[in-house]
């Protein structure tokens, strides 16, 4: 329940659609509803203005699906499930009809976000930088998080330090945009690249692609927290999600 759907609860019970009884049962699965393996936090959508999110690394496909059934009926707003596995996906979409999976085919071993309800659109040119063709899983979750949140993200797909030309030849982009994701492994230097070029809010994710030195991402992770270019902000390794959280915080 967000702070929209509060007010029209109250509006209702204020003009008698609704007896008082019926608002009470409603607001009782408000703060959270026990399912016995995981407690659905009703209230995330009136704190911070976007519903619980389902992580699906440790849960059972029952569990994922029992969640997001659990989130369409009670909850406002988008629904998501990130790193799901396909045995998670196929359960989340039998039970719970209408949802998007992204990618759309799962090969062996890839994992999917899962998406219902997407927001309405919103303002926001958010431009989504990787810095190779393996970053794209990453890619792909920040993407489809962005696009569940409301917003229409373009991605600027294999423009690493190796080859920078590529990335100065979409420089007007990074001019233009009102927040920039950054997604990049090895050492992460790219992360820094954009962050001296743009003015835009930059979010940079490192990603654990590269050689023994780059210590699956822990190489990347610190180099884009030592950054000289100022204000640039840094999420987990690999946390494609986390940085469109951030960047919807962002533009708020």
Not at 202 to 228: D, F, I, K, N, R
Request: hydrophobic share 45%; aromatic share 4%.
């Amino acid at each position: 329940m967000d702070k929209l759907e509060l007010r029209c609860l109250l509006d209702d019970v204020t003009t008698g659609a609704i007896s008082p009884d019926e608002a009470v049962a409603r607001l009782h699965r408000l703060p959270f509803a026990e399912l016995g393996y995981a407690k659905v936090d009703h209230h995330r959508a009136l704190r911070q203005g976007r519903p619980e999110v389902v992580y699906g690394p440790g849960k059972t496909a029952s569990q994922c699906a029992g969640i997001v059934a659990e989130l369409l009926e009670h909850a406002g707003g988008p629904v998501l499930v990130t790193r799901a596995t396909p045995a998670q996906a196929a359960a989340c979409l039998e039970r719970c009809p209408g949802g998007e999976q992204h990618p759309r085919h799962l090969e062996e071993g890839r994992l999917a976000t899962l998406t219902w309800r997407p927001a309405p659109a919103r303002p926001g040119r958010i431009l989504v930088c990787t810095a190779g063709t393996a970053d794209l899983p990453v890619a792909e979750e920040c993407m489809a998080t962005l696009r569940a949140y409301g917003f229409g993200p373009s991605l600027l797909a294999d423009c690493g330090v190796a080859g920078v030309h590529r990335l100065l030849a979409s420089v007007d982009e990074l001019f233009e945009a009102d927040a920039v994701v950054v997604i990049a492994g090895m050492e992460g230097a790219l992360a820094s690249v954009v962050g001296g070029l743009t003015p835009a809010p930059v979010v940079a994710v490192p990603t654990s692609v590269g050689y023994g030195a780059a210590l699956e991402g822990v190489t990347a992770l610190l180099a884009m927290l030592s950054s000289c270019a100022a204000g640039v902000s840094v999420v987990g390794i690999d946390n494609g999600y986390g940085a469109a959280a951030a960047i919807a915080r962002l533009l708020a």
